[in-house]
């Protein structure tokens, strides 16, 4: 097990930084790789996981998708794509170790969320787990913001779109998507892939390529993908990102699908300082443009906010209940046995450091 958790560690890493290499690289024709074409790596990777299903359970028991639950993961796909757009823009403008510690205000932002739209009283551990997640992630916005003075209207945007990027995912968090029967853990992923495929094939991408050039928002994907496929550095990139993403997913539903969910909250808690760690290596040691650079006293600024967050989550692993559906993984805030509303998930997985989770369809992580 712990070889399942080192090698879902090395394939998130892998997949968090190839996506920001692209961005540096250019293209024979001119064409930069561009967040919206990023997006759909993702997904397509997490599309991929539906012939992975099918393929691993080739001698056992098949599992048949009923209308129903296939219809209802549209709704959380949807959701998806556009958090997962707004965070590749987010990652367009900052390092992949800062991207990848503010995810983990997800956790609060779940937390928040939920109390607001249920009125309960705030358990103890949510208020202690959010004051120190404000106090380390407020370490890591300075800390960022202070080590590129010039770049700082390009880190502004970038943190902007990152924080609208979390502010949906909190919300996917609270999406129940399939309130019957569970699906498969990679099978759920996949469909959702296959979802947020086709939204982006049939609206996204075309609503991009009307936009003005001079909005910002104009992107040719079709360009992009040319100017990809000729160019082998890219190419390259686009590559590691799909299979390195579609790994990710097949270990880290191995790894949570343990009894032992040490491996798991191992995993959660490592993914952010590996990417770091190991971006700064690739920054001093190739030419690769990781955008990874030690900052002096900025960085050590930001290690001190991420060494908070460790230690928030680390207590909020150790001291919260458990998931009331008979799973070892932990939740952030206590699950409230006399809500009502059918759309709410009780059951809030507490590793802000993977971009969501669905309990129910899905019960794992995804970049």
Same mark, same amino acid.
Not at 85 to 106: D, E, F, I, N, R
Not at 109 to 123: G, N, Q, S
Not at 279 to 294: A, F, H, R
């Given at each position: +097990?712990?070889?399942?958790? %080192?090698?879902?560690?090395?394939?998130?890493?892998?997949? #968090?930084?190839?996506?920001?290499?692209?961005?540096?690289?250019?293209?024979?024709?001119?064409?930069?790789?561009?967040?919206?074409?990023?997006?759909? &790596?993702?997904?397509?990777?997490?599309?991929?996981?539906?012939?992975?299903?099918?393929?691993?359970?080739? /001698?056992?028991?098949?599992?048949?998708?009923? $209308?129903?639950?296939?219809?209802?993961?549209?709704?959380?796909?949807?959701?998806?794509?556009?958090? #997962?757009?707004? %965070? +590749?823009?987010?990652?367009?403008?900052?390092?992949?170790?800062?991207? $990848?510690?503010?995810?983990?205000?997800? +956790?609060?932002?779940?937390?928040?969320? $939920?109390?607001?739209?249920?009125?309960?009283?705030?358990? =103890?551990?949510?208020?202690?787990?959010?004051?120190?997640?404000?106090?380390?992630?407020?370490?890591?916005?300075?800390?960022?913001?202070?080590?590129?003075?010039?770049?700082?209207?390009?880190?502004?945007?970038?943190?902007?779109?990152?924080?609208?990027?979390?502010?949906?995912?909190?919300?996917?968090?609270?999406?129940?998507?399939?309130?019957?029967?569970?699906?498969?853990?990679?099978?759920?992923?996949?469909?959702?892939? @296959?979802?947020?495929?086709?939204?982006?094939?049939?609206?996204?991408?075309?609503?991009?390529?009307?936009?003005?050039?001079?909005?910002?928002?104009?992107?040719?994907?079709?360009?992009?993908?040319?100017?990809?496929?000729? /160019?082998?550095?890219?190419?390259?990139?686009?590559?590691?990102?799909?299979?390195?993403?579609?790994?990710?997913?097949?270990?880290?539903?191995?790894? &949570?699908?343990?009894?032992?969910?040490? !491996?798991?909250?191992? @995993?959660?808690?490592?993914? %952010?300082? =590996?990417?770091?760690?190991?971006?700064?290596? @690739?920054? !001093?040691?190739?030419?690769?443009?990781?955008?990874?650079?030690?900052?002096?006293?900025?960085?050590?600024?930001?290690?001190?906010?991420?060494? &908070?967050?460790? !230690?928030? #989550?680390?207590?909020?692993?150790?001291?919260?209940?458990?998931?009331?559906?008979?799973?070892?993984?932990?939740?952030?805030?206590?699950?409230?046995?006399?809500?009502?509303?059918?759309?709410?998930?009780?059951?809030?997985?507490?590793?802000?450091?993977? $971009?969501?989770?669905?309990?129910?369809?899905?019960?794992?992580?995804?970049?």
């Amino acid at each position: +097990m712990a070889s399942r958790s %080192a090698a879902a560690l090395v394939a998130g890493t892998a997949a #968090t930084l190839s996506l920001k290499v692209a961005f540096g690289l250019s293209s024979h024709n001119g064409v930069d790789v561009q967040p919206l074409f990023q997006t759909g &790596l993702v997904f397509l990777a997490m599309a991929l996981l539906v012939p992975v299903h099918y393929i691993s359970t080739c /001698n056992g028991e098949r599992t048949t998708i009923e $209308k129903g639950a296939f219809w209802r993961l549209c709704r959380p796909a949807v959701i998806d794509v556009l958090a #997962t757009a707004l %965070a +590749m823009a987010g990652l367009l403008y900052l390092a992949p170790s800062t991207h $990848k510690l503010l995810q983990y205000s997800v +956790m609060p932002l779940v937390a928040l969320l $939920k109390w607001l739209l249920k009125r309960d009283d705030a358990p =103890s551990l949510a208020t202690r787990g959010l004051g120190l997640y404000l106090v380390a992630l407020t370490c890591i916005v300075v800390g960022t913001v202070c080590s590129a003075p010039a770049a700082s209207s390009s880190i502004a945007r970038g943190l902007l779109f990152l924080g609208a990027s979390c502010i949906v995912q909190s919300v996917l968090f609270l999406v129940d998507a399939d309130a019957s029967e569970p699906l498969p853990p990679l099978l759920g992923i996949g469909v959702q892939g @296959l979802w947020g495929c086709l939204f982006m094939a049939l609206l996204v991408f075309p609503a991009a390529y009307c936009m003005p050039m001079s909005s910002g928002l104009y992107e040719n994907v079709l360009a992009t993908a040319h100017g990809v496929a000729t /160019n082998s550095d890219l190419l390259a990139a686009a590559l590691v990102t799909v299979l390195s993403t579609t790994t990710f997913h097949v270990v880290a539903v191995r790894v &949570l699908g343990d009894l032992d969910e040490v !491996y798991g909250y191992v @995993l959660a808690v490592s993914l %952010a300082p =590996s990417v770091w760690a190991v971006g700064i290596v @690739l920054q !001093y040691s190739t030419s690769l443009p990781v955008d990874e650079p030690w900052a002096g006293v900025a960085s050590v600024v930001q290690l001190s906010g991420m060494a &908070l967050l460790l !230690y928030a #989550t680390t207590l909020v692993h150790n001291e919260a209940p458990e998931l009331p559906v008979g799973v070892g993984h932990r939740v952030f805030a206590y699950s409230s046995g006399s809500a009502t509303e059918p759309h709410l998930a009780q059951r809030l997985v507490a590793y802000g450091s993977f $971009k969501a989770a669905d309990h129910k369809t899905r019960g794992s992580f995804v970049i």
